[in-house]
C-alpha cells in the first residue's frame, strides 16, 4: 500500500507560479515512476508530467517550458514547479504512482488560475 499526499494549489492570478508537493509514504526509489494528472471540470483526467526512477522526464506539450517535475529522494517527495499559469491550468491536479503493478493517486490538490 502506497499513500500519497498532495500539498501546494491555491488561487494565483495568471501569470504566477505554485509549487506542488506530493510525498510518498514508502521510498520512491521503489515506484517505477511518479506523475502529476489534472481534471477539469468537466474535461477528462489528463497527464501533465511524469518523472522515471532515473529521473527521466516528459510532459503534456500544453505545459512544457513552463512546468517543471522534480523528485526529492531524500523526502520521497516529487515536486511539480508550475509557472506562467494560465486560466486554462485551472484544475484539480493528482499526483500518481505505480508500485509493483498497482497504480496510486493522491487525493488530489486545487489549482486555480483566475484574476
Known amino acids: 500500500q502506497v499513500q500519497l499526499v498532495e500539498s501546494g494549489g491555491g488561487l494565483v492570478q495568471p501569470g504566477g507560479s505554485l509549487r506542488l508537493s506530493c510525498a510518498a509514504s514508502?521510498?520512491?526509489?521503489?515506484?517505477?515512476?511518479m506523475a502529476w494528472h489534472r481534471q477539469a471540470p468537466g474535461k477528462q483526467r489528463e497527464l501533465v508530467a511524469r518523472?522515471?526512477?532515473?529521473?527521466?522526464?516528459n510532459y503534456a506539450d500544453s505545459v512544457k517550458g513552463r512546468f517543471t517535475i522534480s523528485r526529492d529522494n531524500a523526502k520521497n517527495t516529487v515536486c511539480l514547479q508550475t509557472d506562467s499559469l494560465k486560466p486554462e491550468d485551472t484544475a484539480v491536479y493528482y499526483c500518481?504512482?505505480?508500485?509493483?503493478?498497482?497504480?496510486?493517486w493522491g487525493q488530489g490538490t486545487q489549482v486555480t488560475v483566475s484574476s
Open positions: 500518481y504512482a505505480i508500485f509493483r503493478g498497482v497504480t496510486y
Open positions: 514508502i521510498s520512491i526509489f521503489s515506484l517505477d515512476f
Open positions: 518523472i522515471t526512477s532515473a529521473g527521466l522526464t
